[in-house]
């Protein structure tokens, strides 16, 4: 969705420099933005291999003890008078297709009743059966719809009972191999815990539990005695205090700090504002925690529940989603709009000299710079001419370069941008990985002399074509801490369905064509 972007020309060589490689980063938080970008990828890697490994053992588990369910009803069934009117035409004595529809109908149920969360134990044993007992209950729907449910209740008490006690009893190995055989820290992040080593014992259990997120690298007291020590006795582990907590969360490479100590609001709003700028998230145990812009998640680490402060778009899990939707919906939208994109190309090149493409440097996660794509909707060389018509923007910020009625602007350029149309080959940005269809918009790496660190914060997240600001009034914002305050709102509350109610305000926001020039 167009933005009205600064009309700044600029054709870039598809590979960095090694200048631009080797440049230090000015900024502590451009720093801190550029080595969050780097550890992404590993900690997508990690939370991928915690959660498939335990997702298949469980399942294998659950599969062998269907197997297991079927033995013991054969046994029964040959063996016993009472197990062979019990199990009698039954799935699990028949075999066949009937015994495939049943396991499935069971691996399916237990998924949805919650049975292969890694996060909570509490009532294993009660979710467990309601998904056999859901699944028997469809097995049998035909013949209880009919009305012989007399006759049926015997032989599906006695199936949902195997498996019932037999998923119970494979599903304690499965927990043991993860937990004792399986190392029970493989993958895992590393967490810090805030408060006495002797309060935090629970929470270090729950955060730590095997197939968990995280592992605990050791604790930071909430004050000093002077001398640079802890305050607490047998402060094992200890790191430091939370004074040096930034240093800290980089020596330790932390994706999570756990509060386990009561701390005064203030504390509580700076240290979740020093770990949002590191690209950790933040835990307290369950209690009233109220800090202003951040909304609270209540999650839970083997059966102790946390509040989870943070930024959605920093968790693996939401940087795979998201980035799944991305690939498929603009792999789709490129394959659909592509008789419009080669009938504008050709637009453009009869409209006035020049490729119908033109490439802008901007800054993308992390403030990695990356080649930007979009349609050209000015004359050749407007570029040069950017500086004698400083004094007719708008904003009265360089940082937001708005030009109303641009006089560099060809006269396609003008129905295009009116329209967004010349956003659309940033599909191909959002396809090769460098940008998002939703998310702040890409400004320009000459503009962070002037961010302030909060102005960072804009660059956790992939940038997008389409965002909050755009559908907010694109170039009727005009002023930039506003543009700050809707980036960091949409990072700090991202989830998908957001995502879902930009991208449907964005089809009446450019049919409205408000505040685009």
């Not at 839970?300 to 939401?318: I, M, T």
């Not at 890409?442 to 956790?460: C, G, I, K, Q, V």
Request: hydrophobic share 45%; glycine share 8%; net charge positive.
């Amino acid at each position: 969705m167009a933005d009205d972007d600064p009309p700044q020309l600029m054709i870039l060589s598809s590979a960095p420099s090694r200048a631009t490689e080797a440049k230090v980063l000015p900024h502590p938080a451009l720093q801190r933005r550029s080595a969050l970008r780097e550890r992404r990828p590993q900690a997508v890697r990690r939370h991928t291999g915690r959660v498939a490994t335990r997702f298949a053992v469980l399942v294998l588990g659950d599969i062998a003890s269907i197997l297991l369910a079927r033995t013991v009803a054969l046994w029964f069934a040959a063996k016993t008078v009472d197990g062979s009117i019990a199990y009698a035409s039954t799935p699990l004595v028949e075999g066949g297709t009937r015994f495939i529809f049943l396991g499935l109908l069971v691996l399916s149920a237990i998924f949805a009743a919650g049975g292969h969360s890694r996060h909570r134990a509490l009532n294993l044993p009660i979710r467990l059966f309601v998904g056999v007992a859901g699944a028997v209950c469809i097995t049998w729907a035909g013949g209880i719809a009919r009305g012989f449910l007399p006759d049926l209740v015997l032989p599906m008490v006695a199936t949902a009972g195997t498996i019932w006690l037999s998923l119970y009893a494979v599903r304690q190995i499965s927990e043991w191999i993860l937990r004792d055989i399986w190392p029970r820290q493989k993958g895992a992040s590393a967490a810090i815990l805030v408060g006495s080593p002797a309060k935090a014992d629970r929470y270090e259990r729950a955060v730590a539990a095997p197939g968990g997120d995280y592992r605990v690298v050791g604790y930071v007291a909430t004050h000093s005695n002077g001398n640079g020590t802890a305050n607490v006795a047998g402060a094992r582990d200890f790191l430091g205090t939370i004074d040096n907590l930034s240093a800290v969360i980089d020596s330790q490479n932390a994706e999570a700090v756990v509060v386990c100590a009561d701390l005064p609001a203030s504390r509580i709003n700076d240290l979740i504002e020093e770990c949002l700028h590191a690209g950790c998230q933040v835990l307290f145990p369950a209690r009233a925690v109220r800090v202003y812009g951040l909304r609270p998640i209540l999650v839970w680490h083997h059966d102790q529940p946390f509040f989870e402060l943070g930024s959605p778009v920093l968790k693996a899990r939401a940087l795979i989603s998201k980035r799944m939707v991305d690939v498929v919906v603009s792999a789709i939208l490129l394959v659909l709009l592509s008789p419009l994109l080669l009938l504008i190309m050709i637009a453009i090149r009869l409209d006035s000299p020049g490729s119908p493409f033109f490439f802008q440097a901007r800054a993308g996660l992390g403030g990695k710079q990356f080649r930007m794509f979009k349609f050209r909707t000015m004359r050749v060389g407007a570029d040069v001419e950017k500086q004698d018509l400083a004094h007719l923007n708008h904003t009265g910020d360089r940082r937001l370069f708005k030009i109303p009625n641009d006089p560099r602007t060809t006269r396609l350029g003008r129905l295009l941008r009116r329209w967004s149309l010349d956003e659309l080959p940033q599909l191909v940005n959002v396809l090769i990985g460098e940008m998002s269809l939703i998310g702040p918009r890409p400004f320009f790496e000459s503009d962070f002399e002037e961010y302030e660190d909060h102005h960072f914060r804009r660059l956790d997240a992939k940038p997008g074509i389409t965002g909050l600001w755009q559908v907010s009034g694109r170039s009727e914002v005009l002023d930039f801490e506003d543009v700050i305050f809707l980036d960091r709102q949409y990072i700090e509350q991202w989830s998908f369905w957001l995502d879902v109610s930009i991208l449907f305000r964005t089809i009446p926001a450019v049919l409205r064509r408000t505040g685009a020039f």
